[in-house]
């Protein structure tokens, strides 16, 4: 009798226990849809993470928390790019980017940026792109599982504090109704795109690391004004006359300016490394992105629901994104690219270059690292260091694999991270 008694307590704890965190992963979806669609996606920070507090096993809590602090991460270094005017000197530069005029919002006062600041904002999106990571790291391998309508999404991407029609982004992502408003956008974040997430906020942070890594003060203080135009470097103290004017050769004072620096700035790339500890860090997040691929992809294999999946396996035919075939050999491909690229960043395998015969050994760039020279690098002189004789990856394997991704590999790159 005082056994069965056990049991049925023990029963009746594990429902009420369920039904808690049933209620907390709804509330994390609550908040998670609330804040995401007024606008104020940094408010749901400390609600997601006291709601992840009051319950260890609450992995949508985790989940959203990872989510916000990545969205978080970007609002505030759109902000700040906005406050300095990032891109906003003429009507010329876009051109450089392959981009239209309206394709990039202006500010048409902006403040004045210094070297250290812009170093600062660095600085600030890799801690706050490390803070989502550690966030979805608590997600571990536990079932989680976020259902969103990201078509209502909207952020206050120029930091004024409100929230208008300019910043609905989710419009931009959606398709829309005879009447132009935006259709239900909706995905079904799950554990697996804790993962991919994950990865993504490391591959973001190598990038940042490997510039931040570097003094690229040469290049700040000769070009920089080229995409902020209140720049404060030895430039702009000294360039003389009005945007309004032109020059001798009947060109718009400002876009020639504009050209003259984009050309100065790949002149003047011969960064020398200023902190070693952070150039082995983007070998070290390099290396973990590869390892979370591997994670996603062993999670989606394992799945078995069919929810609107941001991901989805071989098997699975409710992707939100319908223009990408998932189908096993592609993923399989995808998983051989990595494996390739691990065995590069180990030095295990060489990096071919068009002017040797030899490889490069990428690992001894990260060990013995030298001024990065853009158009060395592209020419030859600055490979010479690291140049060896040993197993490359041959351009007739590269062509094998990327073909299984009919000719749109980059695409598929940039979705599977």
């Given at each position: 009798?005082?056994?069965?008694?056990?049991?049925?307590?023990?029963?009746?704890?594990?429902?009420?226990?369920?039904?808690?965190?049933?209620?907390?992963?709804?509330?994390?979806?609550?908040?998670?849809?609330?804040?995401?669609?007024?606008?104020?996606?940094?408010?749901?920070?400390?609600?997601?993470?006291?709601?992840?507090?009051?319950?260890?096993?609450?992995?949508?809590?985790?989940?959203?928390?990872?989510?916000?602090?990545?969205?978080?991460?970007?609002?505030?270094?759109?902000?700040?790019?906005?406050?300095?005017?990032?891109?906003?000197?003429?009507?010329?530069?876009?051109?450089?980017?392959?981009?239209?005029?309206?394709?990039?919002?202006?500010?048409?006062?902006?403040?004045?940026?210094?070297?250290?600041?812009?170093?600062?904002?660095?600085?600030?999106?890799?801690?706050?792109?490390?803070?989502?990571?550690?966030?979805?790291?608590?997600?571990?391998?536990?079932?989680?599982?976020?259902?969103?309508?990201?078509?209502?999404?909207?952020?206050?991407?120029?930091?004024?504090?409100?929230?208008?029609?300019?910043?609905?982004?989710?419009?931009?992502?959606?398709?829309?109704?005879?009447?132009?408003?935006?259709?239900?956008?909706?995905?079904?974040?799950?554990?697996?795109?804790?993962?991919?997430?994950?990865?993504?906020?490391?591959?973001?942070?190598?990038?940042?690391?490997?510039?931040?890594?570097?003094?690229?003060?040469?290049?700040?203080?000769?070009?920089?004004?080229?995409?902020?135009?209140?720049?404060?470097?030895?430039?702009?103290?000294?360039?003389?006359?009005?945007?309004?004017?032109?020059?001798?050769?009947?060109?718009?004072?400002?876009?020639?300016?504009?050209?003259?620096?984009?050309?100065?700035?790949i002149h003047t790339v011969r960064w020398p490394v200023a902190d070693?500890?952070?150039?082995?860090?983007?070998?070290?997040?390099?290396?973990?992105?590869?390892?979370?691929?591997?994670?996603?992809?062993?999670?989606?294999?394992?799945?078995?629901?069919?929810?609107?999946?941001?991901?989805?396996?071989?098997?699975?035919?409710?992707?939100?994104?319908?223009?990408?075939?998932?189908?096993?050999?592609?993923?399989?491909?995808?998983?051989?690219?990595?494996?390739?690229?691990?065995?590069?960043?180990?030095?295990?395998?060489?990096?071919?270059?068009?002017?040797?015969?030899?490889?490069?050994?990428?690992?001894?760039?990260?060990?013995?690292?030298?001024?990065?020279?853009?158009?060395?690098?592209?020419?030859?002189?600055?490979?010479?260091?690291?140049?060896?004789?040993?197993?490359?990856?041959?351009?007739?394997?590269?062509?094998?694999?990327?073909?299984?991704?009919?000719?749109?590999?980059?695409?598929?790159?940039?979705?599977?991270?």
């Amino acid at each position: 009798m005082k056994k069965l008694i056990s049991l049925v307590m023990a029963a009746s704890f594990a429902c009420f226990a369920f039904s808690a965190a049933a209620r907390a992963d709804n509330a994390a979806t609550e908040l998670f849809q609330k804040y995401l669609a007024n606008g104020r996606i940094g408010e749901a920070d400390e609600q997601l993470l006291a709601l992840a507090a009051k319950a260890t096993n609450n992995a949508d809590a985790q989940l959203g928390l990872g989510l916000v602090r990545t969205a978080r991460a970007f609002e505030k270094l759109a902000q700040s790019l906005f406050k300095h005017g990032f891109g906003s000197k003429s009507d010329g530069y876009e051109l450089y980017l392959g981009l239209g005029a309206s394709q990039i919002a202006r500010n048409g006062n902006p403040e004045p940026i210094t070297y250290e600041q812009f170093r600062g904002i660095l600085a600030t999106f890799i801690a706050d792109l490390d803070s989502a990571d550690k966030a979805l790291a608590a997600v571990g391998d536990k079932p989680a599982k976020l259902k969103v309508d990201l078509s209502v999404a909207r952020f206050d991407w120029n930091g004024d504090g409100k929230v208008g029609p300019e910043d609905h982004i989710g419009r931009a992502i959606s398709d829309t109704n005879e009447n132009g408003d935006p259709l239900p956008f909706i995905v079904g974040f799950d554990t697996a795109d804790a993962k991919w997430l994950q990865g993504y906020d490391n591959l973001l942070m190598a990038v940042a690391k490997a510039w931040l890594s570097h003094d690229f003060s040469e290049s700040w203080n000769s070009s920089f004004s080229v995409v902020f135009p209140r720049a404060v470097s030895t430039m702009s103290a000294v360039n003389g006359r009005g945007a309004d004017e032109y020059t001798m050769f009947g060109v718009n004072k400002a876009q020639a300016d504009d050209l003259a620096d984009f050309i100065t700035l790949i002149h003047t790339v011969r960064w020398p490394v200023a902190d070693t500890a952070m150039w082995s860090d983007v070998r070290i997040h390099l290396k973990k992105v590869i390892a979370l691929n591997r994670e996603t992809w062993a999670l989606i294999d394992k799945e078995t629901d069919d929810d609107h999946e941001w991901l989805p396996g071989p098997k699975q035919k409710s992707g939100v994104l319908p223009s990408f075939n998932v189908t096993q050999e592609r993923i399989q491909a995808w998983l051989a690219v990595l494996s390739q690229f691990e065995a590069a960043l180990d030095g295990k395998i060489l990096i071919p270059h068009w002017r040797f015969d030899k490889g490069i050994n990428l690992a001894k760039v990260f060990d013995d690292p030298k001024p990065f020279d853009f158009i060395l690098w592209l020419t030859g002189p600055a490979a010479v260091p690291y140049l060896e004789d040993g197993p490359a990856m041959s351009s007739g394997e590269w062509n094998q694999i990327t073909a299984i991704f009919e000719g749109n590999f980059a695409s598929y790159a940039f979705y599977f991270n």
